[in-house]
């Protein structure tokens, strides 16, 4: 349902971020609950002061006691915090970037370090063949892919499938080979005919002792 997807949930953080209250709104909301007393106490006594004292009359000492409320009074040091707030939780939501809370956004200038998780965020997190150099001139390139993608069809590891994407693109046929199992953190093997074939990093072949130098 509508709650559940993507979009909503991503509409909710920024409006809990714009909500919520950064720590140094709530060292000026603790000095707008001290100033905003003290600010109405020196109207009044202005109001007095022109009325009583100075004699000019209710219309100008009750203007005197207003212009002190709207001069003084502390609207900018409570609106300043929660509307930048908004503002730059609003502008990072159309740059896509997402704020947790307010409390992150008052500290992001102090960042001088950013980890990313790298697959989906600085890269698409789908692997694709880019270069195949064959080593023994008796096998041909396509060969060699089609004996890897025999291999690899078996796998659901996100290699497998660049290899897999990339037969499909060029049209090389292949089929599945048998007893295949992976090697963890090295790589896979499998059966074909009487080969055995191994598909691996560096460890994996310096474990099988082939010399790939």
Do not use: R
């Amino acid at each position: 349902i509508s709650k559940d997807t993507i979009l909503s949930q991503i509409i909710t953080l920024v409006e809990q971020a714009q909500g919520s209250k950064a720590p140094i709104q709530k060292i000026a909301d603790t000095v707008a609950s001290i100033f905003v007393p003290v600010v109405l106490v020196i109207a009044v006594m202005t109001f007095v002061g022109w009325y009583i004292f100075a004699g000019v009359g209710f219309e100008i000492s009750i203007i005197n006691a207003v212009a002190v409320l709207v001069i003084a009074c502390p609207c900018a040091l409570g609106l300043a915090t929660p509307t930048a707030i908004m503002v730059g939780s609003g502008k990072g939501a159309e740059a896509g970037i997402l704020i947790k809370n307010s409390e992150s956004l008052e500290v992001a200038h102090k960042t001088n370090t950013i980890v990313f998780d790298k697959t989906g965020t600085l890269t698409i997190g789908k692997p694709t063949v880019t270069d195949i150099m064959v080593l023994d001139k008796k096998i041909s390139q396509e060969n060699l892919i089609s004996l890897v993608c025999s291999v690899e069809s078996q796998s659901e590891h996100a290699l497998a499938h660049a290899f897999l994407n990339y037969a499909q693109e060029k049209n090389i046929k292949y089929n599945a080979a048998e007893n295949v199992f992976a090697v963890k953190g090295k790589g896979i093997q499998g059966s074909i005919s009487s080969d055995t074939i191994y598909i691996g990093n560096t460890a994996f072949m310096g474990d099988l002792g082939i010399d790939i130098a």
